[in-house]
């Protein structure tokens, strides 16, 4: 949590600079929500409250809320990188899309929260597995952009393939 503040303030500091301040923000409130939520279901928990208590299932909805908005953050931080029309369009339409969904997401998550865990997952990697095969080309992204952004999504596609519900054989 104290990371994730560090990281608010810092990126607000900067936001004077050129790039792309907002989704920087916007990344650095998602890890707010998704450490600060993860801390406070813990620590509910640890403190005997039930799984389904009131507390709990908040803390719970904030720490998937930043988890729906973090595909945002990181299609607004890859949309520089398009350069052809249709890869424009393509993370334009990715971008409301996502937009959309997280929406929806949040919303479900704050009413109840139950099996949304998955689906956030599913979410994200959906979206950014797309808007990676959209925006970034190794020949136009910037190396320090291109490596660090392919990790993310390997990463995030092998999460969500892990949460995959498995056959009885």
Same mark, same amino acid.
């Given at each position: 949590?104290?990371?994730t503040?560090?990281?608010?303030?810092?990126?607000?500091?900067?936001?004077?600079?050129?790039?792309?301040?907002?989704?920087?923000?916007? &990344?650095?409130?998602?890890?707010?929500?998704?450490? $600060?939520?993860?801390?406070? @279901?813990?620590? &509910?928990?640890?403190?005997?409250?039930? +799984?389904?208590? +009131?507390?709990?299932?908040?803390? +719970? $909805?904030?720490?998937?809320?930043?988890?729906?908005? %973090?595909?945002?953050?990181?299609?607004?931080?890859?949309?520089? %990188?398009?350069?052809?029309?249709?890869?424009?369009?393509?993370? @334009?339409?990715?971008?409301?899309?996502?937009?959309?969904?997280?929406?929806?997401?949040?919303?479900?998550?704050?009413?109840?929260?139950?099996?949304?865990? @998955?689906?956030?997952?599913?979410?994200?990697? !959906? %979206?950014?597995?797309?808007?990676?095969?959209?925006?970034?080309?190794?020949?136009?992204?910037?190396?320090?952009?291109?490596?660090?952004?392919? $990790?993310? !999504?390997?990463?995030?596609?092998?999460?969500s393939?892990?949460?995959?519900?498995?056959? $009885?054989?």
């Open positions: 949590l104290l990371i503040t560090v990281l608010l303030v810092l990126t607000l500091r900067a936001a004077r600079l050129p790039g792309t301040p907002l989704a920087n923000i916007l &990344f650095a409130v998602c890890g707010i929500c998704w450490s $600060a939520g993860g801390l406070a @279901r813990v620590l &509910f928990l640890a403190a005997g409250l039930p +799984h389904d208590a +009131h507390w709990v299932l908040a803390a +719970h $909805a904030l720490q998937y809320s930043g988890a729906a908005a %973090f595909p945002i953050a990181i299609l607004a931080v890859w949309r520089p %990188f398009a350069a052809l029309p249709w890869q424009k369009s393509a993370v @334009r339409v990715l971008q409301i899309c996502a937009i959309v969904s997280a929406a929806a997401i949040v919303a479900m998550l704050w009413i109840s929260p139950a099996g949304l865990s @998955r689906a956030t997952a599913y979410n994200a990697a !959906v %979206f950014l597995a797309l808007g990676a095969a959209a925006t970034l080309r190794r020949g136009t992204t910037p190396r320090a952009v291109y490596l660090p952004s392919l $990790a993310i !999504v390997t990463a995030l596609c092998g999460a393939l892990m949460m995959l519900p498995r056959q $009885a054989s």
